[in-house]
Nanobody, 113 residues
Framework: QVQLVESGGGLVQPGGSLRLSCAASGSIFSIYAMGWYRQAPGKQRELVATITRLSTTTYADSVKGRFTISRDNAKKTVYLQMNSLKPEDTAVYYC???????WGQGTQVTVSS
């Protein structure tokens, strides 16, 4: 059974940076596309960035140019480098694969002065 464990969140000032990590276990990681999602209070979960098994990436318009998704197949880990953070980036961030599996606990990102 696949398990996903997100980490790296925290409190950061506007304009700051964070790097999120998502460690996967229990399956062959390299063959799956992976994605980062986020859910702000009172809002639906939204897809932020994706990366295919060949490392082709896509981004939501709201984060394009500020966030970078990457993966390390040997470590079964996907990353999300977040720069120029804004208060509207505040949310719980989750990773998942395609097709979806059980969600992890997520990691809280709070952008506030």
């Amino acid at each position: 059974q696949v398990q996903l464990v997100e980490s790296g969140g925290g409190l950061v000032q506007p304009g700051g940076s964070l790097r999120l990590s998502c460690a996967a276990s229990g399956s062959i990681f390299s063959i799956y596309a992976m994605g980062w999602y986020r859910q702000a209070p009172g809002k639906q979960r939204e897809l932020v960035a994706t990366i295919t098994r060949l490392s082709t990436t896509t981004y939501a318009d709201s984060v394009k140019g500020r966030f970078t998704i990457s993966r390390d197949n040997a470590k079964k880990t996907v990353y999300l480098q977040m720069n120029s953070l804004k208060p509207e980036d505040t949310a719980v961030y989750y990773c998942n694969r395609s097709p979806l599996v059980n969600w992890g606990q997520g990691t809280q990102v709070t952008v506030s002065s």
